[in-house]
């Protein structure tokens, strides 16, 4: 099963990856594990783009594929984050200046099965617009993605409102992206950075771990 996914995602199959997608929930396979194959697929695609066997516009319809799986009622119905299995809130969004997504969704639907409700704020998203989101969502997590290089002073400029605004030990930060590594989290302020999505999807869980523990000793 997870070989034929792969194949099918890396070779832009749209109707063949869906069908796929859905035998393998029938069979019983966990979404955790579907998204892992769907995941690797995407990463092929990536270098078959970096050898230029492929476009961006493939890369583009890969990351079409990607979202309409996750968006496939079998599956949803499988991730679906309820009150009583919700682990945590975590905002997202691709920051000011940034168009790109495929990165972020990918993320999101990680965290998602992880257990996260996701409040996803879209692409090229003004300071403004999330601090108004801050106030009225009430997250735990903010989560950033960015790809291009100016975006790291778009995310720094948000820690530095938060920080500005005395409200930034309310929020745990991770951000993504291919410009970020660990330099870029430390320029930015953020508490992690990652471009694997498990690694930062674990991090995520392990903040929510450490709050319920606060918690629970009152502090
Ligand atoms: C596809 C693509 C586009 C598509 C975007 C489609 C979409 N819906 O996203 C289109 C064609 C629209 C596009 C536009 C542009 N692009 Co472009 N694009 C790419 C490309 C080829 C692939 C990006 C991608 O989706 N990769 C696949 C995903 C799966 O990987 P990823 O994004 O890195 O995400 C992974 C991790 O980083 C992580 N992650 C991502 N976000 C987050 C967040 C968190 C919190 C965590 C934990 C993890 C995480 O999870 C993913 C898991 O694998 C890259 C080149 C490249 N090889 O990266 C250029 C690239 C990013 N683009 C680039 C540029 C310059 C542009 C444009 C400015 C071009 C132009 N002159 O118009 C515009 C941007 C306009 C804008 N306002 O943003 C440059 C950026 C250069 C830089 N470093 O500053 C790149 C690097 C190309 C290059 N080499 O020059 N682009």
């Known amino acids: 099963m997870k070989h034929s996914i792969v194949r099918s995602i890396e070779g832009l199959y749209e109707d063949r990856t869906l069908e796929l ?9 966990k979404p955790i594990e579907i998204l892992k194959w769907l995941q690797i697929g995407m990463e092929r695609v990536g270098k078959l783009y970096e050898t230029s066997d492929y476009f961006i516009a493939d890369l583009i319809f890969a990351g079409i594929i990607f979202q309409e799986v996750m968006e496939l009622d ?10 009583k299995n919700k682990i945590g809130k975590l905002m997202l969004f691709s920051v000011f200046g940034d168009c790109h997504d495929i990165g972020k ?17 879209g692409t090229d998203v003004p300071l403004n617009k999330v601090m108004d989101a801050l106030k009225t969502m009430k997250p735990d997590i903010i989560g950033m993605s960015g790809m291009q290089q100016e975006t790291v002073y778009e995310m720094r400029a948000l820690v530095c ?4 605004r005395n409200i930034r030990d309310d929020y745990r930060i991770i ?19 990652a471009k694997d999505v ?4 674990e991090k995520c869980k392990i903040w929510m771990q450490e709050k319920a523990s606060q918690k629970n000793n009152g502090k």
């Open 21 to 29: 997608v859905r035998i393998a929930i029938r069979k019983g396979f």
């Open 74 to 83: 079998e599956l949803e119905a499988l991730s679906k984050v309820t009150s």
């Open 105 to 121: 969704n990918i993320f999101g639907s990680f965290a998602k099965t992880a257990g996260f409700e996701i409040i996803d704020l």
């Open 161 to 164: 409102e938060l920080v500005t």
């Open 175 to 193: 951000i993504g992206g291919t410009v970020v590594d660990d330099k870029t989290g430390q320029i930015v302020g953020a508490d992690y950075a």
């Open 198 to 201: 498990t690694k930062g999807v």
